[in-house]
């Protein structure tokens, strides 16, 4: 089965930016989608392939898909933006995958 | 506004059954595929099943495969799954999900999630 692969933590310090990896293979021809995870509440979509951003979700969320690596990136980080990071693709399968999930700090 | 809300989650012993319900509002529910997506407190997600608008394609994780079944009822708007043989590795928070697409494939992704539903596998 396919797998994705997240480190599992990052500390960013505010006014940064947070770059988040999801690696798999051949990862870049696929579409990657990732949510969002507030301690106690559920998911959040805030990019969705690749790059694309659903309404209300601040512009400084980026997102971007090549090769074996997916990145999210978070400009200008806020202390509002600490939360679990999860990268999801399909698989070949008609499964979908989830990353690892990645804990974002903000000192 | 769109509204996912489960239930049915508890305590039940090894080898039993569950029976999951999620309540849809806010939109038109036969337009879209739905998923259950689980999560072990302290972990990560893990997708469990999904069915597509009409309830004609359905597609489950390899853990649950042959133990989990994945129904839908258009006319009360409601999803279900139902789970036997539980484990204690099935306990998790229980996600009721709406995928964007009346089928699911590389174009869906999932939006929004309910608040999840409690499943606890103990004897």
């Known amino acids: 089965s396919y797998v994705l692969t997240q480190p599992p933590s990052l500390s960013v310090a505010p006014g940064q930016t947070a770059r988040i990896t999801c690696g798999g293979y051949?990862?870049?021809?696929?579409?990657v989608n990732w949510y969002q995870q507030k301690p106690g509440q559920a998911p959040v979509l805030v990019i969705y392939?690749?790059?694309d951003r659903p309404s209300g979700i601040p512009e400084r969320f980026s997102g971007s898909n090549s090769g074996s690596t997916a990145t999210l990136t978070i400009s200008r980080v806020e202390a509002g933006d600490e939360a679990d990071f999860y990268c999801?693709?399909?698989?070949?399968?008609?499964?979908?995958?989830f990353g690892g999930g990645t804990k974002l700090t903000v000192l | 506004e769109v509204q996912l809300v489960e239930s049915g989650g508890g305590l039940v012993q090894p080898g039993r059954s569950l029976r999951l319900t999620c309540a849809a509002s806010?939109?038109?529910?036969?337009?879209?595929?739905m998923h259950w997506v689980r999560q072990t407190p302290g972990k990560g997600l893990e997708w469990v099943a999904v069915?597509?608008?009409?309830?004609?394609?359905?597609e489950y994780a390899d853990s649950v495969k042959g133990r989990f079944s994945i129904s839908r009822d258009n006319a009360k708007n409601s999803l279900h799954l139902q789970m036997n043989s539980l484990r204690p590795d099935d306990a998790a928070l229980y996600y009721c999900?709406?995928?964007?697409?009346?089928?699911?494939?590389?174009?869906?992704?999932?939006?929004?999630w309910g608040q999840g539903t409690l499943v606890s596998v103990s004897s």
């Open positions: 999900v709406r995928d964007t697409l009346g089928v699911p494939g590389r174009s869906s992704y999932f939006d929004p």
């Open positions: 806010g939109f038109t529910f036969d337009d879209h595929a």
């Open positions: 069915i597509s608008w009409q309830g004609g394609y359905t």
């Open positions: 051949n990862i870049g021809n696929k579409r």
């Open positions: 392939y690749d790059g």
């Open positions: 999801q693709v399909w698989g070949s399968s008609d499964q979908a995958v």
